[in-house]
């Protein structure tokens, strides 16, 4: 399972969720909590680069893909649209492209 924007406020959740086996609504599957969980932020895959991620994807192989990568700050993102329509629509086109190409189901939570 791969996770992208795993230092982030979701990234970060997600993972402990998957580590502990529980979350609010109830219990994880084993399969779930089984899962290897490869866990990348923006320094080791920039999402908005198509040809990084068709090379990381292909290499890592993954079985899922979930996307928790964001531009999320609200004044931030009003200021700064063309970082914002990368990260949030770019990045996320890239991973469901590579992901395609591979055969991975993609998760986009965004």
């Given amino acids: 399972m791969l996770i992208t924007g795993c230092k982030g406020q979701l990234g970060t959740e997600l993972q402990d969720i998957i580590r502990c086996g529980k979350a609010e609504i109830g219990e994880v599957s084993e399969t779930i909590k089984e899962s290897n969980v490869i866990a ?15 090379k990381k994807i292909t290499f890592l192989s993954p079985d899922v893909v979930i996307n928790c ?7 931030g993102c009003e200021s700064n649209e063309d970082f914002t329509f990368k990260v949030n629509s770019i ?20």
């Avoid at 990348?40 to 068709?54: A, F, P, Q, R």
């Fill in 91 to 110: 990045g996320s086109r890239n991973l469901a492209i590579a992901s395609k190409k591979t055969r991975i189901f993609i998760h986009l939570i965004i």
């Fill in 69 to 75: 990568a964001a531009a999320t700050n609200v004044d």
């Fill in 40 to 54: 990348l932020d923006v320094d080791e895959l920039d999402i908005t680069n198509l040809e990084e991620v068709n």
